[in-house]
């Protein structure tokens, strides 16, 4: 009866385990839509949801309990996506005219890692037809968004700020259908910021990997990146994150140095080229080479920089493409019994965007 017992107890503990485990993993925040009031209609015959993943599900965070215990976050609107975008937009049905959305991407997100701009974002995309079938024939265009608000410093609340940055999405989503509906064949002339006319059929979140290669007087620096950044949407864009390994080279050491804080932005000049402007501060470790002539202290195994750098690239707009660039970069680099020491230089770039 004892073994009985032990038994029992150790499967209702690893239950209850479980239990607790999977609610650790996983909790869920209901956003709202609100209803958008206007007088003027948008004629939308149907929205359909071309995603994969849950009907429900528009993002994920995490937040922590107990001070250091991580939890992950489903952001779910309460009804199904298509639902609650058709309710929330002043909907008209008896125009001719009408149109056909097919939601393609709608995520939820937030930048906290940006010391320059905090954020919550919305990254939506939608293709638009005509009528009610949704082929080719009756194909119009996509209407694509990065919509972002500035995130408070010292205050977080999740549920305001998400539904903050929807409720400023979806005036700009009713602006945008409305002047598409105001023509009646073709799109010739209508200047929407959001509007693609071709049917993307890509990756809605693309990974670069990029290497910069600076060079300056007596030193070497090759800084390999991993980046990950939405469909463009606008003409400034900030990557959702990443990651930076630094190896330089001097006449008195070498270094491997890891991103502690990196800011990419970029600003699309044309569908070619792109002005990347990134800084970041780096702390690593170094290898003296004339340790047999100089004695070094404990302190100078560590090396902190602060840089920056201007490049303009070559990254083709909504495609595959390769990176290549050139610009100039600057340095302020500490290491203990050298001090703090200021370099420029040049530098050119080269990967792939996937």
Partial sequence: M????????????????????????????????????????????????NRG????????????????????????????????????????KTDSNSLNLRI???????????ILYPHYKLNAYFSIFRGKDTDDSSFVGQLVYETKIRKPLFREDLKCGYESVI????????????????????????????????LYRGRYINM???????????????????????????????????????????????SIEFGISVERIFYRIDPSLMLRFKSNFMFGINRWKNIEKRKHSLYDIFIGDISMSQ???????????????????????????????FSIGLLINFGIKL
């Fill in 2 to 49: 004892k073994k009985i017992s032990k038994y029992i107890i150790t499967i209702l503990f690893f239950y209850s385990s479980h239990i607790l485990s999977q609610h650790l993993v996983q909790d869920t925040l209901l956003i709202s839509f609100k209803k958008i009031m206007t007088p003027l209609k948008v004629p939308v015959e149907r929205i359909s949801d």
């Fill in 167 to 198: 409720e400023k999405w979806e005036n700009e989503f009713v602006r945008d259908l409305m002047l598409l509906t105001t023509q009646r064949a073709t799109l010739k002339g209508v200047e929407i910021k959001n509007f693609r006319d071709h």
């Fill in 104 to 114: 393609e991407y709608f995520w939820l997100s937030k930048n906290s890692g940006s």
């Fill in 208 to 254: 670069l990997t990029v290497c910069d290669i600076i060079s300056g007087n007596g030193w070497w620096i090759s800084d390999f990146n991993i980046f990950f950044l939405n469909r463009e949407a606008s003409n400034w864009l900030i990557p959702t994150r990443g990651y930076e390994l630094r190896y330089r080279n001097t006449k008195d050491y070498d």
């Fill in 311 to 341: 490049s303009i690239i070559y990254n083709r707009l909504d495609k595959i493409s390769p990176i290549v660039g050139i610009g100039f970069f600057e340095n302020m680099t500490y290491i203990y019994s050298k001090k703090f020491m």
């Fill in 53 to 92: 993943e849950d009907k429900n599900l528009i993002g994920r965070a995490e937040k922590e309990i107990f001070l250091f215990i991580p939890v992950d976050i489903a952001i779910c609107s309460d009804k199904p996506l298509p639902l609650k975008i058709y309710e929330s937009l002043p909907i008209s």
